[in-house]
């Protein structure tokens, strides 16, 4: 069973920088690959950033590229994401996701078997 929680969310200016953290309770974390995705109030859900279940491959929104950067440490069972240069079009809650290993990485929030419950970040202008 999977159960994530994230963590590192807030309140940060324009241009500003934070790291996002996803915890699984479970057993079974590096057996999944996993995203992090956004969503803005009145918006969609959209991909943010995504890693394989070993952490050698990493894609990205284009319009994150190059300021966010998502990790994942096995041993602890976490899952990072490093905000930088932050812009306030970018205030969502961000959730954390999982999908199965064998599975190929998606950039689709229905592909992903588990979720967290989000953490929110406002980036103020």
């Known amino acids: 069973q999977v159960q994530l929680v994230e963590s590192g969310g807030g309140l940060v200016q324009a241009g500003g920088s934070l790291r996002l953290s996803c915890v699984d309770s479970?057993?079974?974390?590096?057996?999944?690959?996993m995203g992090w995705f956004r969503q803005a109030p009145g918006k969609e859900r959209e991909f943010v950033a995504a890693?394989?279940?070993?952490?050698?491959?990493?894609y990205y929104a284009d319009s994150v590229k190059g300021r966010f950067t998502i990790s994942r440490d096995n041993a602890k069972n976490t899952v990072y994401l490093q905000m930088n240069s932050l812009n306030p079009e970018e205030t969502a809650v961000y959730y954390c996701?999982?999908?199965?290993?064998?599975?190929?990485?998606?950039?689709?929030?229905?592909?992903?078997?588990?979720w967290g419950q989000g953490t929110q970040v406002t980036v103020s202008s």
């Open positions: 479970g057993r079974t974390f590096s057996n999944y690959n």
């Open positions: 890693i394989t279940w070993g952490g050698r491959h990493s």
């Open positions: 996701a999982a999908r199965w290993y064998s599975k190929p990485t998606s950039s689709r929030s229905r592909d992903y078997d588990y």
